[in-house]
């Protein structure tokens, strides 16, 4: 498929150390891979399901050891151990591929190799990065081919250029080793032992954000955590924002949120472009400039349903495969905890076991039909929001990068950071507060700056060195926000509603971005007068209410502002003097 002499190569010594029976080629087309589905059922690795209810669906299960993105077996490997740690577990470039060429040596034998040419983002875009993955398993074959766009135009669209290499084999399925390296500075990543979406579809997080964040620094461009959601008003003015959350913060919520009655019925509309990713660029026009790289949802089952998000369950309904979900007997359909209030009867639990729903225990995790990380991987064009951008080949213009984090009583519903260095400070300290059914400690902080703690594939203080760099970059500037769902009365309910009528606080985001309405300046940045938050139609919620959810309360912010400190201490002496001079000013404003 290609004369490409650096893909070649690539093949031809993974093909000597690998030792596969036989190599295959990727070529995208239908034919090819309803073949591979058909052998992946007949080798008991999918189940087909009810084609009338799920048309093109399959379930997959995977082993009792492997169900999760491994942190502590994610390494990023340098020359020097300074250019990835100290958040990221680091190894020497030698030793990790030493280590990782004795994991591979003859794993492949009996086995097919798959060659998988993907294009992350639109084929042929300048925005796109083209990746080569090399693997034994099917399951990551037909996985690649809904999150990614591969196959022949692909590799036409790379010609003689430069790809990033992966290598991927489940070997032994064993947890003793299982790594899944990074090596930013040879454009290449190696996964073994796994065969969990989050570690073996290389061009998710391992290439889109890790080697990406990497390729980002180097080139002048940002791979961010971020969805990506268009919002039209009623004059027909279409804005986007992009938006960055730790884990349990709502964010594919957000991505595909629905509004409110009284906004659906002055014509408001919201578009979905991106649910996790965003590569990000300075446009010809000195604005930044957005893409969602990927081509499809990896989802979490869990708590999916028509209440909390119907836009991406109605994205699963059909070419969709689903993992580690109850298997529905009675009519070949899934179910997990948090689909409806109908569990079935006749049930084959995640682990490949009869289930009775009856001995299901809320609070005891192991009584779940579906694992409580289950996941979905659906085409990204099934999703009934999404935008007609979202193959728009230079992407779509931002008006506001939005941070947020579950905090229960340190940050207000929103504000706006002060300038751009502000709002890279507002980003480097975003957090989240554990639950007592996460831990069992309530109110942990865990820092995750720009919600890319996990997926830096550098070092963190150089990473906040290089977005303050690209704001002298960028002439004209997206506004900072942060925004906090989660505040909380003194009981532990939460007090803001959440879901569709989070719009109502975009909304006045999006004013700010036009200068469309004031704002106060407080002592951590720009926070909205109660009366231009719209309230209308929630009963719950009156303008007391906002004018609760927009205090700061300066003694918890001075804790904060210790814990910061912290923070940045433990990152090392790369982090930019301008954050320590934000905190400086920080402080400052609290003792006023």
Same mark, same amino acid.
């Given at each position: ?25 990727? %070529? ?390 002060? %300038? ?41 203080? %150089? ?89 700061? %309360? ?39």
């Amino acid at each position: 498929m290609t004369n490409n002499k650096k893909v070649l190569e690539f093949i031809e010594q993974s093909k000597q150390l690998c030792q596969p029976d036989q190599i295959v080629w990727i %070529d995208g087309s239908e034919e090819q891979l309803e073949a591979l589905r058909k052998q992946a059922v007949e080798e008991k690795i999918l189940i087909k399901l009810n084609e009338e209810k799920l048309p093109g669906c399959y379930l997959h299960r995977t082993t009792v050891n492997d169900v999760a993105r491994v942190e502590g077996r994610t390494f990023i490997c340098s020359k020097c151990k300074e250019d990835s740690a100290p958040i990221n577990n680091w190894m020497e470039t030698t030793e990790a591929m030493n280590l990782m060429n004795g994991l591979f040596n003859g794993v492949m034998k009996g086995r097919t190799m798959y060659v998988i040419p993907y294009s992350m983002g639109a084929v042929g875009s300048k925005f796109s990065k083209i990746g080569i993955e090399l693997t034994d398993s099917i399951y990551v074959v037909l996985n690649m081919a809904i999150m990614t766009r591969v196959g022949k135009a692909v590799i036409d669209a790379l010609g003689d250029g430069d790809f990033i290499k992966g290598l991927h084999s489940y070997a032994e399925l064993s947890e003793e080793k299982r790594y899944i390296m990074h090596f930013p500075e040879e454009n290449a990543i190696m996964s073994i032992n796994s065969n969990y979406g989050g570690n073996v579809l290389l061009g998710k997080k391992c290439f889109a954000l890790r080697i990406a964040s990497f390729l980002g620094k180097n080139e002048g461009w940002m791979a961010e955590h971020m969805l990506i959601l268009g919002i039209t008003n009623p004059k027909g003015e279409k804005k986007y924002i992009a938006a960055a959350f730790p884990s349990a913060c709502g964010k594919t919520n957000l991505a595909m949120l629905i509004p409110p009655a009284i906004y659906q019925e002055k014509g408001y509309k919201v578009e979905c472009v991106g649910d996790d990713i965003a590569w990000i660029r300075v446009g010809e026009d000195g604005r930044l400039w957005a893409v969602n790289p990927e081509n499809g949802f990896f989802g979490v089952a869990p708590g999916t349903n028509m209440k909390s998000n119907p836009n991406a369950l109605l994205s699963t309904q059909k070419n969709t495969i689903f993992t580690n979900v109850v298997h529905n007997l009675d009519d070949n359909t899934v179910w997990w905890e948090g689909l409806d209030n109908n569990p079935p009867a006749n049930a084959i639990d995640w682990k490949g076991n009869k289930w009775d729903y009856k001995k299901f225990d809320k609070k005891d995790k192991s009584t779940c039909g579906a694992h409580p990380n289950s996941r979905f991987t659906a085409p990204t064009v099934n999703c009934p929001c999404l935008s007609d951008q979202f193959e728009a080949p230079n992407g779509v213009p931002l008006s506001a990068i939005v941070f947020g984090g579950r905090r229960a009583k340190t940050a207000p519903l929103v504000y706006q950071s002060k %300038d751009w260095n502000n709002g890279v400070f507002v980003g480097s300290i975003m957090a989240s507060e554990t639950t007592a059914a996460a831990t069992g400690a309530v109110g942990v902080v865990r820092r995750d700056p720009m919600a890319m703690r996990p997926f830096v594939g550098y070092n963190m203080g %150089d990473y906040f060195n290089h977005w303050i760099e690209m704001g002298e970059k960028i002439t004209n500037k997206p506004k900072i926000f942060n925004v906090n769902w989660f505040r909380t009365d003194d009981n532990g309910n939460f007090i803001w509603p959440g879901f569709g009528d989070n719009l109502r606080v975009l909304d006045w985001i999006l004013d700010r971005c036009e200068d469309k309405v004031d704002a106060r300046e407080t002592a951590i940045g720009y926070v909205p007068y109660a009366k231009d938050i719209n309230v209308e139609g929630l009963a719950d919620v009156t303008e007391a209410t906002i004018e609760d959810l927009l205090s700061i %309360d300066k003694e918890n912010w001075k804790a904060e502002a210790e814990g910061i400190e912290g923070f940045y201490k433990e990152l090392g002496d790369r982090v930019p003097a301008e954050l320590y001079s934000q905190l400086e000013a920080l402080k400052k404003n609290l003792n006023k």
